[in-house]
């Protein structure tokens, strides 16, 4: 007798099943919201946020991949080489199509399987370290109860009408003038977002912030303004700051600029770089560096401890 193989067929990791039995449930839907408000997450990140069963959870991940709602762009096998890492997830063609029918999210000409398919390595590892920052702020709010975050869509949509319209409403021009040398940078910051204190009273109950991810592939310090450095972007978001141009993008004034990076070695260098933005030399409370290992979706409420460094080297939390 040849003995039959019994194993169950494995689907395709990057090409989709046909005939797989499925209909759209409400938790697809805010699935697909999620993937969508962060352009990519890993299924860990879903997992945190959907966290009422992981089986489930991975299984309608599975079925929203193989019936075209969600992608696997698949530069992630390279420098995630799979194995037991978690699938990374952007939308397909049939959840902007949904975006745009249920919600009015604008649906463009995008074909989203090309341009999954086109994105690059780096662009990847740092959405993805965004999206895990962004992730855990999300997970310590809802931890605390008593502290709203207010979306980077929600600041688009009440920032002045002259900003909506550019092609990146989070991106501005700042001029500056170092040694006599006048030079004009484009900032645009990894993401805005906002904290409102529920329990505080209206009108002085929330706080802005820009977020930089640091991956410590750009030098901190350059002799030459016309090449990236981090030194440059602290220039450019104090010159932002003095000049008023918060008010003047987004409608609100005085954010802080939080910087995740790598190491302490690299904050104290991003610090020391600081000083020297300061006329004063002392610092600038601006700026809040943490580390990546400072906190986690894991242990988000650390987000709101004094994980963080300000300009002048002092302990700090979002919450001061």
Known sequence: MIEQNTTPKRNPRFKRANGLNFRLQDRDIEIIRQVYKHRFLSSE???????????????????????????????????????????????????ADLLKERFNIPRGKVDWTSKNREVKTIFLEHTLLTADFMVALELACKARGDIKLIEPAEIIAQAPLRQKKQVNPCSWKVKVKINNNPYEFQMIPDKVFGLKFLNEPEGNNKAFFLVEI??????IVRTDLNQTSFYKK?????????????????????????????????????????????????????FLFARREDYSVAEPKKLFEQVWLNGRGERASLLD
Do not use: C
Not at 86 to 95: A, M, Q, R, V, W
């Open 45 to 95: 990140h879903i997992l945190v946020l959907f966290p009422e069963s992981r089986q489930g959870v991975l299984r309608r991940l599975r079925l929203l991949f193989h019936n075209g709602y969600l992608d696997r762009p698949r530069e992630q096998a390279k420098p995630f080489l799979l194995g037991n890492n978690p699938f990374i997830y952007g939308i397909g063609n049939k959840s």
């Open 214 to 219: 640091d991956r410590a592939t750009m030098p």
């Open 234 to 286: 602290m220039i450019g978001y104090w010159a932002s700051w003095q000049e008023g141009v918060f008010s003047q993008v987004f409608g609100f004034k005085n954010p802080r600029v939080l910087t995740i990076t790598t190491t302490h070695e690299r904050i104290a260098n991003m610090i020391q770089a600081g000083k020297a933005v300061d006329e004063r030399k002392h610092g600038l409370r601006l």
